[in-house]
T-cell receptor
Framework: EAQVTQNPRYLITVTGKKLTVTCSQN?????MSWYRQDPGLGLRQIYY???????DKGDVPEGYKVSRKEKRNFPLILESPSPNQTSLYFC??????????????FGAGSRLTVL | AQSVTQPDIHITVSEGASLELRCNYS??????LFWYVQSPGQGLQLLLK??????LVQGIKGFEAEFKRSQSSFNLRKPSVHWSDAAEYFC????????????FGGGTRLMVKP
């Protein structure tokens, strides 16, 4: 089944304890992206990647890192989490079509709580 | 930069009633437009999209949306709501050369009364 898989789905951690949220897609998509969802703010883009070894900042990159060493994986790294990073995180991927008519496929989400 | 406004944070409708969720966007040209639905505890599912052509777009689950360039709107409609439609709905806009570079609205939470 074509899908985007995120892990963990739920995580409670403490301030300053490094964590990684993994994201993997099995659709051979070039483009991958991370969003965070907060009440009333919708989804905001954290980082995105156009292809392997190519990453760029989105609208809210502070406090996050990403890497794209393989096409299928795009982990989100919180080096020193803080309570304001408590949120619901979504990974998404798509083909990179020349027409631009790309459609994102989203993962199920990862709910992170930082105490 | 593009932006999206969903004026209604919460909407409650009775089952069987019609529904319209509002979405207004700001973008310099004709954008790509999307509606996504998020059921409780679930990820985002694409309901429908507009890239070009017919301004009335049909989607899944009986939803449709109409692109009105003059009003910069892309409102979502359904003639008869079912209890299973209770969810949060997100409108999103993207540049017309990069449909994956989405900017989302704040969302509208739909509640359905029996």
């Amino acid at each position: 089944e074509a899908q985007v898989t995120q892990n963990p789905r739920y995580l409670i951690t403490v301030t300053g304890k490094k964590l990684t949220v993994t994201c993997s897609q099995n659709m051979n998509h070039e483009y991958m992206s991370w969003y965070r969802q907060d009440p009333g703010l919708g989804l905001r883009q954290i980082y995105y990647s156009m292809n392997v070894e190519v990453t760029d900042k989105g609208d809210v990159p502070e406090g996050y890192k990403v890497s794209r060493k393989e096409k299928r994986n795009f982990p989100l790294i919180l080096e020193s989490p803080s309570p304001n990073q408590t949120s619901l995180y979504f990974c998404a991927s798509s083909l990179k079509q020349k027409t631009g008519a790309n459609v994102l496929t989203f993962g199920a989400g990862s709910r992170l709580t930082v105490l | 930069a593009q932006s999206v406004t969903q004026p209604d944070i919460h909407i409650t409708v009775s089952e069987g009633a019609s529904l319209e969720l509002r979405c207004n966007y700001s973008y310099g040209a004709t954008p790509y437009l999307f509606w996504y639905v998020q059921s409780p505890g679930q990820g985002l599912q694409l309901l429908l999209k507009y890239f070009s052509g017919d301004t009335l777009v049909q989607g899944i689950k009986g939803f449709e949306a109409e692109f009105k360039r003059s009003q910069s709107s892309f409102n979502l409609r359904k003639p008869s709501v079912h209890w299973s439609d209770a969810a949060e709905y997100f409108c999103a806009v993207a540049p017309n050369n990069a449909g994956n570079m989405l900017t989302f609205g704040g969302g509208t939470r739909l509640m359905v009364k029996p």
